[in-house]
């Protein structure tokens, strides 16, 4: 070991600002537990390669989940046992990283079963940690897929029986019968030696995947002392001599030597042929418009939001498919939840001529408000300068800020008068083409047809949106 | 804190040690203790008798908080790091969202004031 100073490795964040509380300095894990040690030899092999600027940290749900507030690496957050596939998607759209998904054994072995199988059989380039703790720590100590027999547990007070719950998984035997995972490695965090062990293990397994891109995973045996209802130190004599006896140390499997890589090129359908095997027709879209509005420097965020059935999504999808028409970047994510049954709808769409890091929209430039709910809900968060459309037919309270841009349409009204109420959208899309100016009216009526799916309402929502065109220019 | 001893040395932050005791159970030499009093967390904090230590890592490696431990094998390398004035310690600096424009020492939480 060359280094002379061991103190708290650099791939940590100074002070753990992003935890709730006073206290910056401490993890949220209990004392003993062997996350923390975990952390920090991975923390340690992430600043010593030099990799921590390209590294992703994916934790899932479970006590690693806050791996985030301490891990000064690019993060992201999975839904449960779901980390394999993450990383997957991390790795695969930036083949240059280091991907290291950190799953418990309630995550890992249980809920995550599928993923972590399939990802490590398809060999992808990331490493695993697989800390197996014999119990599900952060919901209070249930049974996991690797408590042990005769182990009792929260759901299992009077221990895992083998006619009940059945025999504890071995995930690194399995993993290791795989054809595709180069390293796959079982370690301990039971005492001094183990620990060094284990930290040779990770040090190993992040090489592999940094010179070879080959999948890697450790299991490590960790306390849990809280769960076990032990102190820290009969915590690790335990996982020393009851855990590693069921779970037994070493190494599973170890291709390195002979593997010779994979390579990081990505396999795709070259872009030339895409619009063959589709099918789909050349533009007929006049470039030169469209040169007036996406040459331009803009960025729009866009939050649209009314009573489920009011067409909510579908305007917040033709203002992306336009935009698409017109070259800009957007994006387009709907809001799902328990607002979905009768009560507010809503969704996001950036429209830029950069590319749009987040579909997230916190602070919208345009509210498109169809219901009072949302001008309630959204009108604080509008920029200022920003502009809100409402549809006055069906709100009777204006917004009261004076720094916006304040537009009140009938739109549920002008849509009735047309026939149909189902249009007041488009109706919409009529009046924000017009007044915000941002794409050319003549290629948003030429190819509304290709958005609409009913082919017979084509011509309908063309009146509207000229509805919508037309109520603007009267205004003036 | 002397920075004349040029021993190797062991510094364990009182405020981030979670007196787990993992330390002490691992230290070959048995050169660490629990202390008496309470840190502000209500632990234990681990103490270092204050001679013997060899810089082997062994508390590093052992303790699960990221930065209750610091290990130094040569003490020329103490010089490299600022000091905070209010509590001795090396420090690094992080900024709160609640008191904007002002830096404070990780080692204490005070404001750093110069």
């Known amino acids: 070991m060359s280094k002379t100073i061991l103190r708290k490795p650099e791939a940590f964040y100074d002070a753990f600002t992003r935890k709730a509380g006073d206290d910056f300095l401490t993890t949220t894990y209990c004392p003993g537990c062997g996350h923390g040690i975990l952390h920090k030899l991975v923390a340690e092999a992430l600043e010593d390669f030099g990799v921590q600027k390209k590294t992703m940290f994916v934790s899932p749900v479970g006590c690693s989940v806050f791996a985030y507030y301490y891990m000064d690496v690019g993060n992201v957050q999975a839904a449960h046992g779901r980390a394999p596939a993450v990383a997957t998607a991390l790795k695969r759209s930036n083949p240059e990283s280091v991907v290291i998904s950190y799953q418990g054994d309630g995550d890992l072995a249980a809920i995550g079963g599928a993923e972590i199988l399939n990802a490590a059989n398809r060999g992808e380039g990331i490493t695993v940690f697989f800390v197996n703790n014999a119990i599900y720590g952060m919901t209070g100590g249930q049974m996991a897929p690797t408590t042990l027999i005769g182990q009792p547990t929260m759901t299992t007070p009077l221990g895992r029986t083998l006619e009940n719950e059945g025999y504890p998984i071995r995930m690194s035997e399995i993993i290791a019968t795989l054809e595709a995972p180069v390293y796959v490695d079982r370690v301990m965090l039971g005492d001094i030696k183990s620990i060094r062990q284990a930290r040779k293990a990770v040090r190993k397994a992040l090489e592999i995947q940094i010179e070879k891109n080959g999948f890697s995973f450790i299991e490590v045996l960790s306390a849990c002392p809280s769960n076990l209802k032990m102190t820290p130190v009969d915590a690790q004599k335990w996982v020393r001599e009851v855990l590693a006896d069921y779970f037994p140390l070493g190494v599973k499997k170890d291709i390195s030597a002979t593997f010779p890589g994979k390579s990081k090129e990505r396999h795709l359908l070259p872009l030339s042929e895409i619009p063959t095997i589709l099918d789909i027709k050349e533009s007929k879209i006049n470039k030169d418009i469209i040169q007036n509005f996406s040459g331009k420097d803009f960025h729009e965020e866009i939050k649209i939001a009314g009573f489920g059935g009011q067409g909510v999504l579908s305007l917040g999808i033709v203002l992306s498919e336009m935009g698409m028409r017109h070259d800009f970047e957007v994006s387009w994510i709907p809001s799902y939840g328990p607002e979905m049954r009768g009560g507010t709808a809503n969704c996001s769409v950036h429209l830029s001529n950069k590319k749009i890091g987040s579909p997230v929209v916190d602070r919208p430039t345009v509210l498109v408000a169809m219901n009072l709910p949302s001008i309630d809900k959204f009108e604080k968060d509008v920029m200022e300068g920003g502009y809100i459309f409402y549809d006055s037919s069906l709100i009777n309270k204006a917004p009261k800020r004076n720094d916006l841009h304040v537009i009140a349409i009938p739109a549920t009204k002008i849509a009735d008068e047309l026939g149909t109420t189902k249009i007041a959208n488009m109706v919409i899309v009529g009046a924000m083409i017009e007044k915000l100016k941002l794409m050319s009216q003549e290629i948003v009526i030429d190819s509304i047809g290709e958005v609409i799916k009913n082919k017979k309402l084509i011509g309908i929502n063309k009146q509207a949106i000229y509805k919508g065109i037309e109520f603007i220019k009267n205004l003036k | ?114």
Not at chain 2, 1 to 18: A, G, L, T
Not at chain 2, 85 to 111: A, D, I, L
């Open chain 2, 1 to 114: 804190m002397s920075k004349s001893e040029k021993n190797p040395k062991v510094i364990i932050r009182w405020e981030e040690c979670k007196g787990c005791g993992l330390c002490i159970e691992a230290c070959p030499f048995d050169l660490l203790y629990p202390s008496e009093d309470f840190n502000s967390h209500g632990y234990h904090p681990t103490v270092y008798v204050g001679e013997g230590c060899t810089a082997c890592g062994t508390c590093f490696y052992s303790c699960p908080e990221p930065g209750a431990i610091s290990v130094y094998k040569i003490w020329d390398e103490w010089t490299e790091f600022a000091y905070c004035k209010n509590c001795g310690g090396e420090y690094k600096v992080f900024t709160r969202e609640t008191h904007p424009g002002k830096q404070f020492c990780t080692n204490c939480q005070e404001e750093i004031t110069e």
